[in-house]
């Protein structure tokens, strides 16, 4: 399995984006789906994540009622729809994707494929 992400950029405090992630190869396995983002100086911090069986999705509490995570099946792409976006919000953003069954989709561990960030400025 191979994830490339995009959709970052520039954006005022308030705005929105939505980021994208196209998943290639053997994406038969992927259990289920994930965002995390790094922020200067800080580490690596769990967004949102999506179960592909059941479309179940979980959320970290700093971005509950602000960002929606989804999937297209035919496409591949899982998408992170980002709104009311805060200067404290500025990072680089990954995707990633586990073929393990877990309901631990908020831990890293599950995760064994990262696509590269995509970069995320939220000016105030």
């Known amino acids: 399995v191979q994830l490339q992400a995009s959709g970052g950029g520039l954006v005022q405090a308030g705005g929105s984006l939505r980021l994208s992630c196209v998943a290639s190869?053997?994406?038969?396995?992927?259990?289920?789906g994930g965002w995390f983002r790094r922020a200067p100086g800080k580490e690596r911090e769990f967004l949102a994540a999506i179960a592909y069986r059941d479309g179940r999705a979980y959320y970290a509490d700093s971005v509950k009622g602000r960002f929606t995570i989804s999937r297209d099946k035919v496409k591949n792409t899982m998408y992170l729809q980002m709104d009311s976006l805060k200067p404290e919000d500025t990072a680089v953003y990954s995707c990633?994707?586990?073929?393990?069954?877990?309901?631990?989709?908020?831990?890293?561990?599950?995760?064994?494929?990262w696509g590269q960030g995509t970069l995320v400025t939220v000016s105030s």
């Open positions: 190869g053997r994406t038969f396995a992927i259990y289920s």
């Open positions: 990633a994707s586990a073929r393990t069954y877990t309901n631990a989709l908020r831990e890293q561990w599950p995760y064994d494929v």
